[in-house]
């Protein structure tokens, strides 16, 4: 955030690809006014055969994921993958920007008033792990621009515009130890706080350096004024009387023609009435008329509806008699059709019992038929067996055939 040209700082945490050139990365500065001030390092994928750990900054490392402390400087020849360089936290000290726009004093004048603080993390690697595992630069950055926000505007709420700029100092004091005592617990030293501006609104200040001259205006004016209201206030007593005299003598011309005007509204108001007599007179007849006449209309409009709904009734009976004969006769002929498809199935019925009758009848008949069919059948077998020359046949089959050639003889 900008305010009147000055950026609101942010503290950030910034993950980096390699380990290198670290004081330049500390360094670079975001043109929103970010500043990193903890830089996270990727994870190697694999072990490392040689390992450059950087001097300056408190370089964490963490071991399986778990925190290890600070990593000592210098060249590691081997970095397994377990191993890991979780957090780089800077030593040097920040200066932070958090100005603060549209304060309201007791006067409820809004001031802009642009803060300055510098802190660093330390003194020792147990504060800047505690920094980074108990606060973090994200909940930092906005903890202290709330902190540094709330204490400005309480104490520009505290004074009246023309005595913010006596404060700076006591502010400073108070604001630092008010930041060290939140802080000091999660690894980070408030070193210096300072007011660098405080300014009125533009249009205030103008008017204050107006208010002076214009106050020695003021008396120079207040003189001539006074003159001024003496040769007025003749001037106007004189013309107060000339008005006076001339008003007197419009008052009676107006009372005059007040009269006149009376006499003219009673003789309007005669007229009026009489008229309005004859009006009510010949409405009244006209009223009679249309009266006498919508009556006539009446009776006339309730003798053709009693004619219409005696018609319409009549052609309804008419109506509803024809189709009642309609649906009689039409019932007639179904009764008809009805009766004669019964005939025809009763007498297909007794046709039918009748061929069983007859059937059951000829089965004696039938049977013995079929008989002699049978025994002439078996006979001509015999016949053709004969008939093809001597067989020998012996046991049960023989038995057999000798028992169909004679059945009456026991084999």
């Not at 600070?70 to 590691?76: D, F």
């Not at 360089?85 to 030593?91: A, D, G, L, P």
């Not at 004016?221 to 007025?232: D, G, M, Q, W």
């Not at 049960?396 to 028992?403: E, P, S, Y």
């Amino acid at each position: 955030m900008v305010f009147d040209g000055v950026n609101h700082s942010s503290l950030i945490q910034r993950n980096i690809f390699s380990i290198s050139n670290i004081d330049q990365k500390f360094a670079t500065i975001g043109a929103d006014g970010s500043i990193p001030i903890v830089l996270v390092p990727r994870s190697p994928i694999f072990a490392s055969i040689a390992l450059s750990v950087p001097s300056g900054p408190f370089v964490l490392y963490q071991s399986w994921y778990a925190n290890q402390g600070q990593l000592s400087p210098g060249m590691i020849l081997f970095w397994p993958s377990w191993n890991r360089i979780s957090h780089i936290v800077s030593r040097a000290v920040v200066t932070y920007n958090a100005p603060a726009q549209d304060c309201p004093t007791a006067d409820n004048v809004l001031v802009n008033v642009d803060l300055s603080l510098t802190f660093r993390i330390g003194p020792d690697a147990e504060a800047a792990a505690a920094f980074v595992y108990e606060l973090g630069a994200h909940r930092f950055d906005e903890l202290l621009s709330l902190q540094t926000e709330e204490a400005i505007r309480g104490l520009v709420y505290s004074v009246t515009h023309d005595k913010v700029n006596d404060l700076r100092e006591e502010f400073a004091l108070g604001v630092l130890s008010t930041l060290n005592s939140k802080f000091n617990k999660y690894g980070v030293q408030i070193m210096n706080v300072k007011i660098t501006d405080c300014q009125l609104p533009s249009e205030l200040q103008q008017r204050l350096e107006r208010t002076t001259a214009f106050r020695t205006k003021l008396d120079e004016k207040a003189k001539t004024f006074e003159n001024t209201a003496r040769v007025l206030e003749d001037k106007a007593t004189t013309e107060l009387q000339t008005l006076r005299k001339k008003n007197a003598r419009r008052i009676q011309f107006i009372q005059a023609e007040q009269k006149k005007y009376t006499v003219q509204l009673r003789e309007m108001e005669e007229k009026a009435k009489g008229e309005l007599r004859v009006e009510k007179v010949q409405s009244s007849s006209r009223v009679e008329i249309l009266l006498k006449q919508a009556k006539g209309d009446e009776v006339s409009e309730i003798v053709k509806a009693n004619q219409t709904a005696e018609g319409l009734s009549k052609r309804t009976d008419v109506e509803s008699k024809k189709q009642l004969i309609e649906a009689e006769q039409g019932a007639n002929v179904k009764i008809s059709q009805a009766q004669g498809n019964l005939k025809k199935v009763e007498a297909e019925a007794a046709a039918m019992v009748a061929k069983a009758e007859a059937a059951a009848a000829g089965s004696k008949s039938l049977e013995e038929k079929r008989k002699y069919e049978l025994e002439w059948s078996r006979l001509s077998v015999l016949e053709e067996l004969a008939g093809k020359g001597r067989r020998f046949i012996s046991g049960d089959k023989g038995r057999g055939i000798l028992q169909e050639l004679i059945p009456d003889i026991a084999v």
